[in-house]
């Protein structure tokens, strides 16, 4: 496999939702490559379809339709048990709405990813100790999510998205809770986890959000308008 070949493809991506008899074709034709390494933002109103791409997208889902070539492999040819592990080594998410458990500690949130795999609880503990350290939270180890800011709370589901070193992070608007400048925080963060070679996949409805990513996909009622 040749390193220039696009981590991600995707060829005519459809989706669409069956509720009852209404068929709400969300995704409707949509063609991205993804470059290993890259920072895209994938831009468009509410109601795009920006999360529903970005759940395909971290084989959270699968699309209805065309084909989503994942470091060459069309996934469509994989059963479900192979993309959960593929899921769970590739990539890492964090979400507009932290996803913390409220009553373990930072750690321990962080941590959690890793408890059914076969690392060592005591490596684990320190893995997420340097984690929760490189993204400034040394002093809160010991936190529960309630007793942090809620950019504090985004900075811990950054640690525990990096916990299983992933390729590609994706963050759906990240920054969609907190206010300017806890934002400009935490987009200063998704660059150096950029930096560290991974590939960034940002979705916002905000333009400035948008520029700190390297390119802009921009998606219009389920269809990407600048190609
Ligand atoms: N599971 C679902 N069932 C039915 N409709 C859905 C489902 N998920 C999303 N949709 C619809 O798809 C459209 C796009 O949603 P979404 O991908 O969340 O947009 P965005 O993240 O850009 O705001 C919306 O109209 C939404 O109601
Ligand atoms: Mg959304």
Same mark, same amino acid.
């Given at each position: 496999?040749?390193?220039?070949?696009?981590?991600?493809?995707?060829?005519?991506?459809?989706?669409?939702?069956?509720?009852?008899?209404?068929?709400? /074709?969300?995704?409707?034709?949509?063609?991205?490559?993804?470059?290993?390494?890259?920072?895209?933002?994938?831009?468009?109103?509410?109601?795009?379809?920006?999360?529903?791409?970005?759940?395909?997208?971290?084989?959270?889902?699968? =699309?209805?339709?065309?084909?989503?070539?994942?470091?060459?492999?069309?996934?469509?040819?994989? =059963?479900?048990?192979?993309?959960?592990?593929?899921?769970?080594?590739?990539?890492?998410?964090?979400?507009?709405?932290?996803?913390?458990?409220?009553?373990?500690?930072?750690?321990?949130?962080v941590m959690l =990813?890793?408890?059914?795999?076969?690392?060592?609880?005591?490596?684990l503990?320190?893995?997420a /100790?340097?984690?929760?350290?490189?993204?400034?939270?040394?002093?809160?180890?010991?936190?529960?999510?309630?007793?942090?800011?809620?950019?504090?709370?985004?900075?811990?589901?950054?640690?525990?998205?990096?916990?299983?070193?992933?390729?590609?992070?994706?963050?759906? /608007?990240?920054?969609?809770?907190?206010?300017?400048?806890?934002?400009? /925080?935490?987009?200063?963060?998704?660059?150096?986890?950029?930096?560290?070679?991974?590939?960034?996949?940002?979705?916002?409805?905000?333009?400035?959000?948008?520029?700190?990513?390297?390119?802009?996909?921009?998606?219009?009622?389920?269809?990407?308008?600048?190609?």
């Open positions: 496999m040749s390193s220039s070949q696009p981590i991600i493809q995707l060829q005519d991506i459809e989706k669409t939702f069956l509720l009852g008899d209404l068929h709400i /074709e969300v995704l409707k034709g949509v063609s991205i490559d993804i470059g290993r390494g890259e920072f895209v933002a994938l831009r468009g109103a509410s109601g795009s379809g920006k999360s529903t791409l970005m759940h395909i997208l971290g084989l959270l889902d699968r =699309p209805s339709g065309g084909r989503y070539l994942l470091q060459g492999k069309n996934i469509a040819d994989l =059963p479900d048990d192979r993309l959960s592990a593929l899921r769970n080594q590739l990539f890492g998410f964090i979400f507009q709405t932290f996803y913390l458990i409220p009553y373990i500690t930072a750690l321990e949130n =990813p890793g408890l059914y795999g076969a690392t060592p609880a005591r490596q503990k320190r893995r /100790e340097e984690l929760l350290s490189q993204v400034g939270l040394a002093d809160r180890l010991h936190f529960r999510p309630g007793q942090l800011s809620g950019g504090q709370q985004q900075r811990v589901a950054m640690a525990r998205a990096l916990l299983n070193d992933p390729q590609v992070l994706l963050a759906d /608007e990240p920054t969609g809770q907190l206010d300017s400048a806890t934002s400009a /925080e935490i987009m200063a963060l998704l660059k150096s986890i950029h930096g560290q070679g991974r590939t960034v996949i940002l979705v916002t409805h905000d333009a400035a959000t948008a520029e700190f990513a390297e390119r802009e996909v921009l998606l219009h009622d389920g269809l990407v308008q600048n190609r």
